[in-house]
C-alpha cells in the first residue's frame, strides 16, 4: 500500500466519521425531545436559502415599475432613470427630472407657468 493510496482511506474514514457523529447528534436530540431544535434549525436553514431568490425576484418587480427610459430633452441622448428623482445627463450636463414616465427639464424655483393667450383686437 502506497502513500498515496493510505491518504486517501484516511481521508474517507474522517468524512464517514464526521457523517455518523452527524446522525448520532441527530438521533440523540431526537431521543431527548429537542426535535424542535432540529425543525426550527431546518426551517432557519431554508428561510436562508429563500431569502435571497425573493429579494432577487422583489427588486426585479420593482426596477421593472420605476426604471424609466427615454431620451434627454437637451440633446436627444438616450437616458435612464428612477421614478420621480432627479439624475444628470451624462452627454450634455443638463439637469433632468423624470416625472409622468418621461425626462423633463426641471423648473427653478420661483418660476410661474404662464399660457400665453392670443388676444385678437378688432379695428
Ligand atoms: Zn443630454
Known sequence: MNLNQSQRISLGIS??????TFILIFLLLG?????????SLLVLFGLILVT???LFVGLRWWLGRNLIQ?????????????KNTQTT??????????????????????????QAVDVTTVD
Open 15 to 20: 468524512a464517514l466519521r464526521s457523517w455518523f
Open 31 to 39: 431521543y431527548v425531545g429537542l426535535g424542535w431544535l432540529l425543525k
Open 52 to 54: 435571497p431568490i425573493l
Open 70 to 82: 427615454g431620451t434627454c430633452p437637451s440633446c436627444g441622448n438616450p437616458l435612464t432613470g428612477l
Open 89 to 114: 445627463c451624462p452627454f450634455c450636463g443638463q439637469s433632468v427630472a423624470v416625472e409622468n414616465a418621461n425626462f423633463q427639464r426641471p423648473t427653478e424655483p420661483g418660476t410661474i407657468d404662464v
